[in-house]
Nanobody
Framework: QVQLVESGGGLVQPGGSLRLSCVAS????????MSWYRQGPGKERELVAQ????????NYGDSVKGRFTISRDSAKNTVYLQMNSLKSDDTAVYYC?????????WGQGTQVTVSS
C-alpha cells in the first residue's frame, strides 16, 4: 500500500523558512523517486522538486532554484523540502508525490502561506 503523509506547513512571513516532511511507505521510499508539487490559488499544479530513489539526483522548478532544497533520510523513510527566502508567490498547498507506473500517488497536502 502506498502511503504519503506530509507535514510541516504553516504561516510564515516573507523571507522566512519552513521545512516540509513527507513520510512514505518503506517500499516506496526504497525504490522510487519522490517529488514535491504545489498548487497555488487559481494556478495549476506544478513541480517544485524531485529526488531520485538513491538521492544522488535532484531537479528543481525554475521558480525555486537556489531557495529550496530537497533531501531524503533513509532511516526515517522521509523526504524533506527545505524552503528558504519564502515569497508570497510560494503560497500554495504542497503535495508529496511518487509515480509508480501507471499511476501517480499523492499525499493529502499541506498548506503553506507566506504573508506578513
Amino acid at each position: 500500500q502506498v502511503q504519503l503523509v506530509e507535514s510541516g506547513g504553516g504561516l510564515v512571513q516573507p523571507g522566512g523558512s519552513l521545512r516540509l516532511s513527507c513520510v512514505a511507505s518503506p517500499f516506496v521510499f526504497r525504490s522510487y523517486a519522490m517529488s514535491w508539487y504545489r498548487q497555488g490559488p487559481g494556478k495549476e499544479r506544478e513541480l517544485v522538486a524531485q529526488i531520485s530513489n538513491g538521492g544522488g539526483s535532484t531537479n528543481y522548478g525554475d521558480s525555486v532554484k537556489g531557495r529550496f532544497t530537497i533531501s531524503r533520510d533513509s532511516a526515517k523513510n522521509t523526504v524533506y523540502l527545505q524552503m528558504n527566502s519564502l515569497k508570497s508567490d510560494d503560497t500554495a498547498v504542497y503535495y508529496c508525490n511518487t509515480f509508480i507506473a501507471p499511476f501517480n500517488y499523492w499525499g493529502q497536502g499541506t498548506q503553506v502561506t507566506v504573508s506578513s
